[in-house]
């Protein structure tokens, strides 16, 4: 079956220091993938999305592409801030009439001033 | 943008009771609705999947009898935990999908059973 597999935190940073959080998945067929953001006390949120290989998602200055040859999806960014700091999740969805999304574990992200 | 509301966002029942809680697209038409669990520490689980006016289709290991879904309207979808144990406080999040588009996350219910 489908199968996300994310980098496990916690992930400490100071602030404008580079982020990466890796992805990788398992499915069949060409599933779309997400990431998707959850802030203290919130519902998840959608970061950025790609539907296709070599498609690259991105959204308020976080990276991702959709990379077949490797099976994966990592999540990047320049330079985060404080306000990045909240729980990331990888997601995939099958495109088999399947609609519903499989994620990942998750990784807690922490910026420190 | 498309809006699901999620109520309530906290709640404390006492173990034996049952709980309800409620999802709601606010400014769109949900054709299908998903209901997820996040363990702490841990990712989502898929607990069930709603289509208005059919019955919910429930993940294997997930206890269709005591997380009772009904997704009566294409704006409403409810959970209901019913009598309730310790064990089932988790945080509970509801999903509305409508055709053609993508997946919005109600905020979540925070559910504690003392």
């Known amino acids: 079956g489908d199968s996300v597999t994310q980098m496990e935190g916690p992930v400490t940073l100071s602030e404008e220091a580079f982020l990466t959080i890796n992805c990788t998945y398992t499915?069949?067929?060409?599933?779309?993938l997400f990431w998707y953001v959850q802030y203290p006390g919130e519902g998840l949120q959608l970061l950025l999305k790609a539907t296709k290989a070599d498609d690259k998602g991105s959204n308020k200055g976080f990276e991702a592409t959709y990379r077949k040859e490797t099976t994966s999806f990592h999540l990047e960014k320049g330079s985060v801030q404080v306000s990045d700091s909240a729980v990331y999740f990888c997601?995939?969805?099958?495109?088999?009439?399947?609609?519903?999304?499989?994620f990942g574990t998750g990784t807690r992200l922490t910026i420190i001033p | 943008g498309a809006v699901v509301s999620q109520h309530p966002s906290r709640v404390i029942c006492k173990s034996g009771t049952s709980v309800k809680i409620e999802c709601r697209s606010l400014d769109f038409q949900a054709t299908t609705m998903f209901w997820y669990r996040q363990f702490p520490k841990k990712s989502l689980m898929l607990m069930a999947t709603?289509?208005?006016?059919?019955?919910?289709?429930?993940e294997q290991g997930v206890e269709k009898d005591k997380f009772l879904i009904n997704h009566a309207s294409l704006t409403l979808s409810t959970l209901t935990v019913t009598s309730a144990h310790p064990e089932d406080s988790s945080f509970y999040i509801c999903?509305?999908?409508?055709?053609?588009?993508?997946?919005?996350f109600g905020s979540g219910t925070r559910l504690t059973v003392v």
């Open positions: 997601a995939l969805s099958s495109n088999f009439g399947n609609e519903k999304l499989t």
């Open positions: 709603s289509n208005e006016g059919s019955k919910a289709t429930y």
């Open positions: 999903s509305a999908r409508r055709s053609g588009s993508g997946y919005t």
């Open positions: 499915a069949t067929g060409y599933p779309s």
